[in-house]
């Protein structure tokens, strides 16, 4: 196992890496994406897995009949955000062919069908919202909506795939695929530090935390940076600046999450007052109710700030994405199956978080020593790596074997 | 006087405008840039004028031989920032012609040649570089550093003036020309609103203010904005908002300004923590020590706050400017004609203020009653604009009859 392990690793590691940054730019439709794609079938069908692609692009490798029921299936996404690390996606996709590969060693009989599935645009790099090709599939996005989808050069999503060479026309829900699967296992490399302060490799799941993306618009007036005094200002970069630190600090207050990682400033010239900024929060918490208050007391802070400044300050829930518990009768039999590991929510959505509403649903996390994620410096010890596949397969076993 | 100043805004006021913003974008070497030099060379040949391009591309109007020598010469831009204001620049420009006119009304008798100039490219908003065409004119850019200039689709300074029809190879100091002039006087609307709170219509400036821009680059990590704990986060932009609030706190203090208007972030997207963020500030103070002290304390402030956010902070002072003393001799006689006027200090630069390291040189100030400039906002009163012609008439026939 370990050998083949390593090859998929070595196999994978060039496809779109960016020389400059070190990090991964594989984004849905590219030719990036392509080779992450053919990297896919290649491994099925040199294990005589029956490959197949969806009507959604999302590709599977199957062994067994799909058609008995009750499959247990694995897998995760190849896709990345710009200059990603290598293992968000990738390390669910190769441990999943590396477990099979274990359980095949092991000669485990296998009850029912097991397959390992690819989903595309897991991260949204390209067209801005995530988990694309499972939303497709389980219905929570339309064909409709998918079709205004657009990227930064103007292509709208179905341009992509047909020039990808897929079939927009077939994109959809596709609840006979879904109703086939009687459990989804999704492995991830941990993107925090909850496991690295523990002694164990691997973690469960409990739940998905909510989140959600506002914009704030803060409008301000235009004017000449040499020759307005102060007094006469209406600066929206201030009323911009005092909310990031607010929602620092709210967020803190109520060990939620509060991030601004992404600004508009017009016109954006060195010297002229700015007459709009635009930034976007992202924020999570472990229940609803305290993100709500956490996005409203930033809300708070951003007009009462505003009204200081004389800028006009508009939020807009621009996406939003309730709890995520995942099966608790899966989730217990996982962790029974792991013996006593670490339960631990995320505030990542994930494939595994869409597919949950329609399939019981569990994820396993790798440890990650630093906790960075989305950054080429995102890692995790071949050691825990390979404790994964372990994990991965003794789970892989106790479902499909029962 | 007053119709043909009437007919000249009705024929530049439609060039270059966008119907959306209702501000201007004629930004050198484009074809709405072309438009207002086709509008100077035609006001200048309807009055008779002799009109001629130098080798920097600056357009001359003259009345009377300019080989004789101690020509008084007014004038300012055509070109605007992006989506500008109707009266930056272009306000000088009309009110030379329309005080020419004046001057032929009253039938002054002109003892020295007179000039109205188009400076090329004062606002810098394609190539990044203001004043380029007096710059170049008084030696002050090299045709070296500006055959470096590139606009936001890597066209070349020189590449723009081919492509209009001028003659990239010929650029460079004209001392020849600029020892023909024996005062420099430009007419332009107040960027602030000193004049407003006065009943005068008209001031003269003093001094322009010593300013400069500093890029302040902020380094932390790229990170998982929904998975990694504040505690574990170094999110530059926490240092940045800590950073614009204490530059408008430490200009305060300071009677300086401050400004923070353009940023960029990378990799700028709304889940993920920023590994860079880049702000350029803009600062102006009245005298050098006052702006040095000012940037040092902005700077501090920012090493502090960084150290706490796990947050390296890298100052680069991009420009600088020093203070422009006008002439003093120059000024004090047009405050003199002028009768008892205002006389203020500006934070905005000039081709007068590069001028007057060659040339006397003085300027005029129109009330501005918002303050509001470099906006589509920007406005000034007719009675004031008609009061400037005025004012710079008295002034040209002052100087130009001594």
């Known amino acids: 196992m370990t050998s083949s392990f390593h090859e998929m690793w070595r196999d994978l590691r060039p496809i779109g890496r960016n020389a400059d940054s070190g990090g991964y730019r594989r984004y849905a439709w590219t030719g990036a994406d392509a080779d992450c794609r053919a990297w ?8 005589g897995l029956s490959y197949e692609v969806d009507r959604n692009g999302n590709q599977w490798a199957w062994l067994g009949d799909p058609a008995a029921g009750g499959a247990v299936v694995t897998g995760s996404h190849l896709d990345s955000v710009p200059d990603g690390g ?7 996709v190769v441990s999943s062919f590396a477990a099979l590969d274990e359980l095949r060693g092991r000669g485990a009989a296998l009850a029912k069908p097991l397959a390992i599935v690819n989903f595309g645009d897991e991260e949204g790099a390209r067209f801005g919202l995530a988990c694309v090709g ?5 219905g929570q996005l339309t064909p409709e909506k998918a079709a205004q989808l657009r990227d930064a050069d103007g292509v709208s999503l179905p341009q992509a795939m047909e020039r990808a060479g897929y079939d927009p026309a077939a994109i959809g829900a596709d609840p006979e695929r879904l109703a086939r699967i009687g459990a989804f296992v999704e492995l991830h490399v941990e993107q925090g530090r909850a496991l690295a302060e523990t002694p ?6 409990s739940a998905i935390w ?30 911009y600046a005092n909310t990031v630190l607010a929602a620092r600090k709210k967020a803190r207050l109520a060990g939620a999450l509060a991030t601004f990682g992404k600004v508009a400033v017009e016109p954006n010239g060195v010297n002229a007052i700015a007459s709009l900024v635009r930034g976007w929060l992202d924020s999570r918490a472990a229940d609803e109710a305290t ?8 809300e708070r802070a951003a007009v009462e700030r505003g009204a200081r400044d004389g800028v006009t300050v508009r939020v807009t829930r621009e996406s939003f994405t309730p709890v995520v518990e995942f099966a608790h009768d899966l989730r217990d039999e ?6 006593g590991v670490p339960v631990l929510p995320t505030g990542a ?3 595994a978080g869409i597919l949950s509403a329609a399939v019981p649903t569990a994820m396993l996390f790798v440890r990650n020593p630093t906790g960075i994620s989305h950054s080429p410096a995102e890692t995790a010890a071949e050691d825990d790596c390979l404790a994964g596949v372990t994990a991965l397969a003794d789970v892989l076993e106790g479902l499909a074997c029962r």
């Open 134 to 138: 499972s939303r497709l599939a389980a």
């Open 210 to 239: 909510p989140h959600g993306r506002w914009r704030f618009d803060f409008h301000g007036e235009a004017n000449h940076a040499g020759t307005t005094r102060l007094e006469d200002r209406r600066d929206p970069m201030l009323t």
């Open 349 to 351: 959505g994930h494939d």
């Open 334 to 339: 996982v962790a029974k199956l792991l013996g």
């Open 40 to 47: 896919f079938r290649t491994e099925a069908e040199t294990r």
């Open 86 to 92: 290598a293992f968000d996606g990738p390390l669910g």
């Open 291 to 298: 993100l709500d208050e956490v996005v409203a007391e930033i």
């Open 200 to 205: 164990h490799a691997v973690g469960v799941a």
